[in-house]
């Protein structure tokens, strides 16, 4: 059995996240960090952004404030009562899954 370095570790994190290797090197657009990354945590918009822009190089704030002024990306709370940026299309879905959970495990909101 081959064991992993922490080297190896590291450097499959980055990858996988968007910030090393041939998905870095594609110059995404912002739209496509957050669907890749399906949510972004966004408890501070600034650095949401920030988290989108370093994965998709020239984006500016603006452009973000756009997918967020078209709808395409929504900041909501889909998971642990905590802003997540997320596609639009996938919060359905997403709030279907995780909402009961924050209601204690029913279906049904609290009285």
């Known amino acids: 059995m081959t064991r992993a370095t922490r080297t190896d570790i590291t450097r499959r994190r980055l990858i996988s996240q968007g910030l090393a290797g041939p998905a870095a090197a594609l110059g995404r657009d912002p739209a496509q960090v957050v669907d890749r990354l399906l949510a972004v945590q966004a408890q501070d918009l600034r650095w949401a952004k920030w ?7 020239g984006t500016t704030s603006a452009d973000i404030d756009t997918l967020l002024d078209t709808g395409r990306v929504v900041r909501s709370w889909p998971m642990r009562g905590t802003l997540h940026l997320v596609p639009a299309e996938d ?7 995780t909402t009961p959970r924050l209601w204690g495990g029913r279906g049904d909101p609290p009285p």
């Open 91 to 97: 919060l359905g879905w997403m709030l279907a899954l």
């Open 51 to 57: 988290a989108v822009g370093v994965r998709a190089p």
